[in-house]
């Protein structure tokens, strides 16, 4: 947590100037450390900074936030606006929840002031150890100088220290924003944008983290075709002890107009190496987008994904995601965002997305759960975890199930307002509110 008495100002990269080259012991605030804990872990190629939340003085970037608790009510729902827009950053968007097997509850999400292609955004984290009913405030994790850092999330190899991070770095070209009145007058422009993919790794729980490697963007592709622009989705370990991480790149071939192709990575050791056991698209413009796998039983693996169809996109392997039947449009109506599904406890899945049919990113309302017991082939009805109108959204989401059976929702909630903000809200429920009818 940091906390040194003083208020938090916004980021200013001149405030990390001085900051070490050097390899330092870092982790999350509860774990053990080794030495004395001060300031920057080590620039990866690109110049991504990872920071510690023990932070020291003038090195810190959040105002204090006072989130909330998030109380969870067994067979009811909570819902609480777990950061403001403005605060720290205008925006907080895109949040990847984490349970550790010690039970630290960690979440990391990006940040920026006027829009996602800012080449000055930065990424954030919080922990909690009650199972997030409170939560430390929140503190820099990962920053590169002019470029983008994001896409970040974690896995903790099963019986072993180690921990896993993918995140994407990139340099976004063409964004141009009006600065004093907080608003986009051109978006980047993906086709000339390099976006890469990197992983660290840490040997001792998070402590202390390894410089950053690239997985290749030639694997990913199949070819070497520069700039490359993609990013990580989904990190899984499967029943067998095998991890897959799923991402999207923009097809070198179809920069524009963009067509994004999905890949499945694997990894048989632990991380260490990777490589491609499926490449696929749709038919509809812009392709295929944010692929989310649930595991089921004996080797099975069923996948959604966003389009421009209208509806998500599906497709089920049956040998642990080395083939796949698909992707097939699927019945389940959606407008072009991302999908998020995990397996309960009680082995049915959670789907939770917007269940509008639109080929364009509105409306991103309402947000929808729904579960399936079935494997994906068939779905109750939907209930409502939250509602908007106008331009207003509610999207870029993540989901965990908890031991004692709370489901925790992290949504970005974005408000068209001048200027325009994005809020994190916390929505905590369970599986007896999900079976109750009515919305």
Not at 195 to 205: A, E, H, K, L, Q
Request: proline share 6%; hydrophobic share 35%.
């Amino acid at each position: 947590m940091c906390d040194d008495g003083k208020e938090r100002s916004r980021i200013r990269w001149s405030d990390f100037s001085a900051a070490s080259h050097g390899r330092l012991n870092v982790g999350f605030p509860g774990t053990p450390t080794r030495g004395r804990v001060v300031q920057a872990l080590e620039f990866a190629f690109d110049g991504a900074i990872l920071y510690h939340g023990i932070c020291p003085a003038r090195r810190t970037i959040v105002q204090r936030t006072a989130i909330p608790e998030v109380e969870y009510c067994p067979g009811d729902i909570t819902r609480v606006t777990f950061v403001r827009g403005g605060i720290g950053w205008n925006f907080h968007q895109g949040p990847t929840l984490y349970r550790f097997p010690d039970g630290r509850l960690f979440m990391v999400w990006g940040v920026y002031d006027i829009q996602e292609c800012s080449n000055d955004g930065a990424t954030v984290f919080s922990v909690s150890s009650d199972n997030g009913e409170t939560w430390a405030d929140p503190c820099l994790w990962m920053k590169a100088p002019n470029a983008v850092v994001s896409h970040a999330s974690l896995l903790q190899v099963r019986g072993t220290d180690t921990v896993i991070m993918p995140f994407a770095e990139g340099h976004f070209v063409g964004a141009e924003e009006d600065r004093r009145f907080e608003r986009v007058t051109r978006w980047a422009d993906y086709g000339a944008t390099s976006r890469r993919i990197f992983v660290r790794t840490s040997v001792d729980g998070g402590v202390s983290w390894s410089e950053a490697r690239e997985i290749p963007p030639k694997l990913v592709v199949g070819r070497d075709a520069p700039p490359f622009h993609g990013a990580p989705y989904q990190l899984m370990q499967l029943a067998n002890g095998e991890i897959l991480l799923t991402a999207a790149y923009l097809h070198p071939d179809h920069r524009n107009p963009q067509r994004f192709h999905a890949v499945v990575l694997r990894s048989v050791d632990g991380g260490r190496t990777w490589r491609k056991d499926f490449d696929f698209t749709v038919p509809e413009p812009r392709g295929a987008m944010e692929p989310w796998i649930a595991e089921l039983d004996d080797g099975e693996l069923y996948c959604v994904m966003r389009t421009k169809s209208g509806f998500l996109y599906q497709m089920r392997s049956f040998d642990y995601g080395r083939t796949w039947d698909g992707p097939d449009k699927s019945s389940i109506p959606s407008v072009e965002s991302m999908p998020k599904m995990i397996r309960l406890q009680s082995g049915r899945l959670l789907l939770v997305w917007n269940n509008v049919s639109s080929s364009e990113q509105r409306p991103r309302y309402p947000l929808v759960a729904a579960l399936s017991g079935d494997g994906g082939r068939s779905w109750d009805s939907p209930r409502v975890l939250a509602d908007e109108t106008g331009l207003n959204q509610l999207s870029n989401h993540d989901l965990i199930q908890l031991p004692d059976g709370r489901i925790l929702s992290c949504v970005s909630h974005f408000r068209a307002q001048r200027p325009a903000c994005s809020d994190l809200d916390m929505y905590v429920y369970d599986e007896a509110w999900l079976d109750r009818s009515g919305s």
